[in-house]
């Protein structure tokens, strides 16, 4: 069958969860192909910015965060600073279809994700942990700060061919950032906003920038 999925996604230049959305079936849901597209980045671990494999915060803890939002009825689900789960996407997923909330933090969005069957693994990898290690040695006294190499994440935005449009954004946050620092990225309005008449927008950054100019929420009311 044709794959006729419209895609747009960007992360660190990687076009992999650009083709795996791509590859979700002609006529299937975008929320589907925005779940698998943004797992593949989730799951390599050479990626240090995103899923397993992250940048820890300045404790050595990879806390994660991601959010989603489907077009048709407005749907969002978000997960922020979640700890030992490689695919925040897939549990933000599971709070915006199983829950009736919107957002859950910490400790509870790692124990809902438990419930739902997502399994606890150590999510620092030892390249992640050399490069901790190493920030520690030389900076221990600095601020967290962005630079080029210490921050990113994926944002990935489809149109199906139901005209239906979905966003995800899934991140590790700003490497060596305050234990609990939330970006943008799993803020729906911040890192991600749909609007399925209108359009899609998804941010990557400093997410203190982005947050504080409601960037996604502004770029889709321009549309
Ligand atoms: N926006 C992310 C954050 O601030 C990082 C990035 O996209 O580079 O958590």
Not at 160 to 170: A, I, K, R, V, Y
Request: glycine share 14%.
């Amino acid at each position: 069958q044709a794959k006729r999925n419209l895609t747009m996604g960007f992360d660190t230049g990687h076009q992999i969860p650009v083709q795996a959305g791509l590859e979700i079936e002609s006529g299937g849901s975008s929320l589907d192909a925005v779940e698998k597209g943004i797992n593949v980045t989730e799951n390599d671990k050479e990626n240090t910015s995103v899923g397993i494999g992250g940048l820890p915060n300045s404790e050595g803890i990879v806390q994660l965060d991601a959010c989603i939002m489907h077009g048709p009825g407005h749907k969002a689900g978000s997960v922020m600073g979640i700890e030992k789960i490689r695919n925040p996407i897939s549990v933000a997923r599971k709070v915006m279809e199983h829950t009736p909330h919107v957002q859950l933090v910490g400790k509870g969005a790692q124990e809902f994700a438990i419930s739902q069957g997502f399994k606890e693994e150590d999510l620092l990898t030892e390249k992640s942990k050399l490069k901790w290690l190493e920030w520690k040695k030389n900076n221990q006294k600095k601020k967290p700060e962005g630079t080029i190499d210490n921050h990113d994440t994926i944002a990935l935005l489809i149109l199906d061919e139901n005209g239906d449009l979905t966003g995800g954004c899934s991140t590790s946050g700003l490497a060596f950032k305050l234990p609990g620092r939330v970006g943008d990225s799993p803020i729906i309005g911040g890192g991600l906003y749909v609007d399925n008449e209108i359009g899609a927008a998804g941010a990557t950054g400093i997410g203190e920038n982005v947050l504080r100019h409601c960037c996604s929420f502004m770029i889709v009311e321009f549309m």
